[in-house]
């Protein structure tokens, strides 16, 4: 309850200290509780914002040595994040972002996913977006790297689309679409592709390009018909309302 005091200003370090204390009080009290790991970590990340950077790294040893199995100990410089941002620290959270990605050989692209996400439930889209394009350039092989190339492709395009960059928008659902044609994030991506696409050619003043655009723009939602012709596609019992969405999203591009 005192980490999560932020107003009036004036007394909220004297609450992060009662903070800290209690934190302290209550792992002395249950070294064997299920909550010591948690009660540790944030303690010591209000010792971070208070810049007692001597009492946080002695906590944060602390609790690697106490609880190594606990998943706070493991995932720890994650977790501080996760921690900072649900006591409305986003600033200081933001910081630790940042570190990781001034300094992005020391963690794995799958990490950077995880904090990518974590920005994303947090509304720090554009701080996200970093994330994901840090973790494609540490993921190299479509195939082991999948899941985080997949999912970082879609999110990112997800990202943009919502703020109407839709040159980024076809940049990053081409490459998903190329990489993983049936992926699982295909048709929702071939929809905001193809709105990119009509977006992008109705402000080209080439003709020729805009064609070009439009027409990729219809390309785009046909693939989508593969998805209600396979008699095996989970899609397939939606084909009817798929095939109407389909011609509506044309009528709009048209």
Not at 15 to 29: D, S
Not at 109 to 125: D, I, P, S
């Amino acid at each position: 309850a005192c980490s999560q005091v932020k107003e009036p200003e004036r007394v909220v370090k004297n609450f992060q200290l009662a903070a800290i204390k209690f934190f302290g009080e209550f792992v002395e009290k249950y070294p064997q509780s299920k909550m010591s790991p948690g009660a540790l970590l944030r303690k010591g990340i209000l010792e971070m914002v208070l810049e007692d950077s001597k009492g946080a790294t002695k906590t944060f040893e602390a609790l690697g040595r106490q609880y190594p199995d606990s998943e706070e100990a493991r995932s720890m410089h994650f977790l501080r994040i996760e921690a900072l941002m649900e006591m409305g620290m986003a600033t200081e959270a933001k910081k630790s972002v940042m570190g990781m990605l001034d300094h992005p050989d020391a963690y794995s692209a799958r990490q950077f996913v995880h904090v990518a996400g974590m920005m994303l439930e947090h509304k720090q889209n554009e701080l996200a977006a970093k994330l994901y394009a840090q973790a494609l350039q540490l993921a190299s092989d479509p195939v082991v790297d999948r899941s985080v190339i997949e999912n970082s492709l879609f999110a990112m395009g997800k990202i943009y689309y919502a703020d109407e960059k839709y040159s980024d928008v076809i940049e990053s659902f081409k490459v998903l679409l190329e990489k993983y044609p049936l992926s699982g994030y295909t048709l929702e991506a071939c929809f905001m592709l193809a709105h990119a696409y009509a977006e992008v050619g109705a402000k080209t003043e080439d003709k020729g390009a805009r064609f070009d655009l439009f027409n990729e723009a219809i390309k785009t939602l046909n693939k989508v018909n593969k998805f209600t012709r396979d008699i095996n596609s989970p899609m397939k019992d939606k084909a009817d309302e798929l095939k109407a969405k389909i011609a509506w999203e044309s009528v709009k591009v048209y």
